[in-house]
T-cell receptor, first 113, second 113 residues
Framework: AQSVAQPEDQVNVAEGNPLTVKCTYS??????LFWYVQYPNRGLQFLLK??????LVKGSYGFEAEFNKSQTSFHLKKPSALVSDSALYFC???????????FGTGTRLTVIP | NAGVTQTPKFRVLKTGQSMTLLCAQD?????MYWYRQDPGMGLRLIHY???????AKGEVPDGYNVSRLKKQNFLLGLESAAPSQTSVYFC????????????FGSGTRLTVV
């Protein structure tokens, strides 16, 4: 079975400060991990993914995520937040043998000017 | 390149009415999915398809039916709409399982009164 936990429903950060959106996962095999962003009244957009290799993954809009196998985490980070980063962020996991992604419940990020 | 197109974008149904949501993709993707998004619950998989002529149940299939007669189209049907089916519905597609992420449509906002 696969599952994803996003422990924070809401994250607030001041513009220019670093941001972190947390994600932990559980799979029976090797995990494929993804981050998506959703802006109001839009579909989900792909940010980045971890499949294998370097634990630090870089993605769109200056975001990056660090895969930590021992802690089963895949936290999303950005060194300097922008107001335009305010959105709903979803972590997703796919077991290497599964047909579909399993999504977390989402974290709403608000960047305060 | 249109990607994934969902129609309609908005719909209001009366309890007991039926309707079909259409998803079309032009990326020659094998896999297609229907999710529903509800506040605080993230995205939950309704049905999916791993190729033309195939369908399978996801987490929350009750009250919905699907068909994949053509590779590029994935239809979601509500036979007898209920207020509990009020939600935002997203279609997604992917090239293959495993390392591929999803491309999402822009969603259909359905209200059942």
């Amino acid at each position: 079975a696969q599952s994803v936990a996003q422990p924070e429903d809401q994250v607030n950060v001041a513009e220019g400060n670093p941001l972190t959106v947390k994600c932990t996962y559980s799979v029976s095999g090797n995990p494929y991990l993804f981050w998506y962003v959703q802006y109001p009244n839009r579909g989900l957009q792909f940010l980045l993914k971890y499949i294998t290799g370097d634990n630090l993954v870089k993605g769109s809009y200056g975001f990056e995520a660090e895969f930590n196998k021992s802690q089963t985490s895949f936290h999303l980070k950005k060194p300097s937040a922008l107001v335009s980063d305010s959105a709903l962020y979803f972590c997703a996991v796919r077991d290497s043998g599964a047909n579909n992604l399993f999504f977390g419940t989402g974290t709403r990020l608000t960047v305060i000017p | 390149n249109a990607g994934v197109t969902q129609t309609p974008k908005f719909r209001v149904l009366k309890t007991g009415q039926s309707m079909t949501l259409l998803c079309a993709q032009d990326m020659n993707h094998e896999y297609m999915y229907w999710y529903r998004q509800d506040p605080g619950m993230g995205l939950r998989l309704i049905h999916y398809s791993v190729g033309e002529g195939t369908t399978a149940k996801g987490e929350v299939p009750d009250g919905y039916n699907v068909s994949r007669l053509k590779k590029q189209n994935f239809l979601l049907g509500l036979e007898s709409a209920a207020p509990s089916q009020t939600s935002v519905y997203f279609c997604a597609s992917s090239y293959m399982q495993g390392a591929s992420g999803y491309t999402f449509g822009s969603g259909t906002r359905l209200t059942v009164v």
